[in-house]
């Protein structure tokens, strides 16, 4: 299906970016002295990795970020939205600084300000220092006063530059596929023993904006990965709301209103002491939200240890992923509005963090890829976008994912998600035909916009 001749509606403003995340890019393991982080022991444990692959060299962003500084220019978006490593910055998690991985984003920072990109760097997208796992992790409130340390120190070292930060990305993954069912790093199958994991990533969040703002920040905010939860039927409507707490709610409403959801049909305690939930809930300009795909639930037999299970979504189309990864834009119109109706004037204005999509495509590209079905996905979920707007919802930016094929964590090189085909042996990049879709399409919003001012 090929996308409308006419671009979508979209404010005058209105903002592009496109995203990648440190450990997924940058390879360069051993250089400038960076540290050992759990995606380091996730991949070097045997049969975690779909294909055994490590992310090494990948596309080697360290040493050819002036690449993908090109690249970006050449969509012409208005942001970068890129991780900071936190084991380059403080290898072990604490500690003294690395001046050699801080000089890297030096480097990438001002390289990005000199094309007129405005860097908006993540400063954690899951690669955890080795050694605080080691100390318990995320289910460790100690890990928090580390990322305070580590917030502190890139503040220093980058906000006079930078004034645009998301916090923490996708909080829900790293507590529910790292720690509950273990899908992805640190791998630990704790189950609802898990969830003080999202208490401690909401309160590092809420201890990491107030830091930045000191340092002179105009933008923070966390970016969640949320979802529109749909029961199979009726028979599976209190499962679906229960999914909806843990996937979405326990994640966004102490950011937004202070205060968890009810746990109680989960007897789930967390360890909440005075004063966290105001830190947590501390101002921030923006909310961001990743989004992928709706999920689908049915209740779980009686005697399965989590009372819901995740099924395929009837007559949707799906991406590369499979079954459970169903295209369904209209789902991201849906959860948006339904954000605006719930949350109200707490709601502040939201970026999109990422969407996007893989496909099978070859290993090597010698040529540019007719990527359709991406462009496809792509155009139906930026008109979703633009029908929220309509609806009302502040939606400010919308960020692709991702710029680059990247190693995708625990499906290693099986999944390709970028507007760049990158062979991950050479490291060279492949311009696709989504690439120039996405440079088009910003072009001609722009021109719209512009002619109705």
């Not at 939860?229 to 709610?249: F, K, M, Q, S």
């Not at 979920?381 to 633009?386: E, I, P, S, T």
């Not at 060279?428 to 399409?441: E, I, M, N």
Request: aromatic share 10%; with cysteine; net charge negative.
């Amino acid at each position: 299906m090929r996308p409308e001749p006419t671009p979508p509606v979209l404010p005058a403003g209105f903002r592009w970016s496109a995203a990648t995340a440190a450990f997924q890019i940058e390879g360069a393991r051993g250089a400038d002295g960076r540290g050992r982080s759990i995606w380091d022991d996730f991949v070097e444990t045997p049969g975690r990795v779909r294909d055994g692959s490590t992310a090494e060299p990948g596309p080697d962003s360290y040493h050819r970020f002036a690449e993908d500084v090109a690249l970006l220019a050449g969509l012409g978006v208005d942001r970068y939205r890129f991780s900071i490593s936190w084991t380059r910055v403080h290898p072990g998690g604490s500690g003294g600084a690395n001046q050699a991985g801080l000089a890297y984003y030096d480097r990438l920072v001002d390289s990005l300000l000199d094309a007129g990109i405005t860097p908006f760097p993540t400063l954690y997208h899951w690669d955890l220092p080795s050694e605080l796992e080691s100390d318990g992790g995320w289910l460790s409130r100690d890990t928090v006063a580390h990322f305070a340390d580590y917030a502190q120190t890139v503040a220093e070292s980058l906000g006079d530059r930078v004034k645009h930060w998301y916090t923490i990305n996708e909080p829900v993954s790293t507590a529910l596929q790292g720690y509950a069912i273990g899908e992805l790093a640190p791998g630990r199958q704790l189950l609802f023993e898990s969830l003080p994991a999202v208490h401690h990533q909401l309160l590092a969040h809420g201890t990491a904006a107030g830091i930045l703002h000191e340092h002179g920040a105009e933008q923070v905010g966390i970016v969640n990965n949320h979802t529109l939860v749909l029961p199979e039927g009726e028979a599976d409507a209190t499962a679906a709301y229960l999914y909806d707490i843990l996937h979405n709610r326990i994640f966004a409403e102490p950011v937004l209103l202070g205060s968890y959801p009810d746990l109680a049909a989960l007897g789930v305690d967390l360890p909440i002491r005075d004063g966290d939930l105001g830190i947590i809930q501390a101002p921030c300009e923006f909310y961001g939200v990743n989004y992928y795909n709706p999920t689908t639930i049915r209740q779980a037999p009686l005697e399965a240890p989590i009372p819901f299970e995740q099924v395929p979504t009837p007559g949707a189309a799906t991406t590369g992923f499979g079954d459970l990864w169903p295209i369904v834009p209209q789902a991201l119109t849906a959860f948006l509005v339904d954000a605006k109706e719930r949350y109200g004037d707490a709601l502040p204005p939201v970026i999109i963090g990422e969407n996007g999509a893989s496909f099978p495509e070859p290993d090597r590209a010698g040529t540019e890829l007719d990527d359709a079905e991406r462009i496809a996905y792509l155009d139906g979920h930026v008109r979703a976008v633009a029908d929220a707007i309509a609806q009302g919802v502040p939606v400010e930016e919308y960020t692709v994912w991702s710029l680059l094929d990247n190693f995708e964590w625990a499906d290693g090189f099986t999944q390709r998600f970028g507007l760049v085909h990158v062979d991950h042996e050479s490291s060279v990049r492949t311009p696709k035909a989504s690439y120039g879709w996405y440079r088009d399409l910003i072009t001609r919003v722009g021109a719209e916009t512009g002619a109705q001012q």
